[in-house]
């Protein structure tokens, strides 16, 4: 183990690892942004889970009609409960990390709230 450790890998489960899969082959990072990394056209999603909760972030992941109260398109992806469990369980990992202070909202959307 890691004498410096800050992202409390022993808790990365297979359904982590399955969220991050999901993450990659959908490139939500063309869109959105995690600890400032990829897009700033959506909402940064490193605190998603504190901002909206579960069942929230859930329902805009297996929406059958692209989610977007606030104007901005979400793809919808029309995932399968599994598929969004284990997206939730990504976030779930990335909003423990330690930020080393990087807590500052980045999306002009997420701004709003
Ligand atoms: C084409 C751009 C685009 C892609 C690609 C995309 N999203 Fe989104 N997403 C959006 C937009 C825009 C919103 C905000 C919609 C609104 O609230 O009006 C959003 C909202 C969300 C939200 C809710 C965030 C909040 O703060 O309300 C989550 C969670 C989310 N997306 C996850 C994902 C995941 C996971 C992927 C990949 C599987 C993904 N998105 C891919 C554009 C995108």
Known sequence: MPRNDQTHYSEITKEVVRGKEIWEANNCMGCH?????????????????DRRGEGYVK????????????????????????DANAM????????KLDLNGFEHVVSPLAKQE
């Open 88 to 95: 939730v369980a990504y976030f779930q990992w990335i909003g």
């Open 33 to 49: 942004s995690i600890m400032g990394e990829g897009g700033y056209y959506a909402p940064e999603l490193t605190k998603v889970l």
């Open 59 to 82: 329902a805009v992941l297996m929406s059958p009609v692209p989610w977007a109260p606030r104007g901005r398109k979400m793809v919808a992806y029309k995932m399968s409960e599994a």
